[in-house]
């Protein structure tokens, strides 16, 4: 079975550009989860997407955004990239039946983001 | 608030040694689920246990061990007789309503 796969792998990009990040499930997996891991800090929860609808977010502001698509595929878009927004973006996936039960979430290897 | 605190940022043993990961979490829920998630140097996350609010059994698994108490919210990792593989950086988190939230994590050095 294949795992989440996250594409880049590396990106970099200037301070006021746009970066977008994509992410693919793990097969019959219908939620999506974005989270940041900046350097020296934990994880912070992003977004959670189910089904295409955004079901939840973190403190980020609005500039952090994503969809998901048909196929469960999601993309987050960052815009006016700042300097601190430098980390690694981790996707994650599960069952939504399984998330109201706490189930585990599989991660995704990361997009790392530099901002020049 | 939702919050998980791994207090301990960086803890290093010699290989056989037992070591314990601290974890203490806050929460409103009464209903609300705890995971430990492994992040060896490759970088990929690794889910290694679940419990839910209303399980306080601990459990073993091999050499890894878990104590939930509710009543000091906290849910330890104990690592026993630990290899040098063992060496990463291991998040808690909590899972409320619609959302996770992890601890900063605490990484572990396993020297040999």
């Known amino acids: 079975e294949a795992g989440v796969t996250q594409s880049p792998t590396h990106l970099i990009k200037t301070r006021g550009q746009q970066a977008t990040l994509r992410c693919s499930p793990i097969?019959?997996?219908?939620?999506v989860y974005w989270y940041q891991q900046a350097l020296g800090l934990g994880l912070q929860f992003l977004l959670w997407?189910?089904?295409?609808?955004?079901?939840n977010r973190g403190n980020f502001p609005p500039r952090f955004s994503g969809r998901q698509f048909p196929n469960y595929s999601s993309e987050l878009n960052v815009n006016a990239l700042e300097l601190e927004d430098s980390a690694l973006y981790l996707c994650?996936?599960?069952?939504?039946?399984?998330?109201?039960?706490?189930?585990?979430?599989?991660f995704g290897d990361g997009t790392r983001l530099s901002i020049l | 608030a939702q919050k998980v605190t791994q207090a301990q940022t960086e803890i290093s043993v010699v290989e056989k040694e037992d070591v314990t990961l601290d974890c203490v979490y806050e929460t409103r829920d009464t209903t609300y689920y705890l995971f430990w998630y492994k992040q060896p140097p490759s970088g990929e996350l690794v889910f290694l246990i679940r419990?839910?609010?209303?399980?306080?059994q601990n459990e073993i698994s091999g050499r890894y061990s878990w104590n939930f108490q509710k009543s000091t919210s906290s849910f330890n990792f104990t690592i026993t007789a630990s290899q040098v593989v063992d060496s990463a950086v291991y998040f808690c988190a909590l899972s409320g309503f619609n959302k996770f939230y992890f601890g900063s994590g605490t990484k572990l050095n396993v020297k040999p």
């Open positions: 419990r839910n609010s209303f399980d306080e």
């Open positions: 097969s019959g997996h219908t939620s």
């Open positions: 997407y189910d089904e295409g609808e955004e079901r």
């Open positions: 994650a996936s599960s069952l939504i039946l399984l998330q109201e039960q706490g189930g585990p979430q599989h």
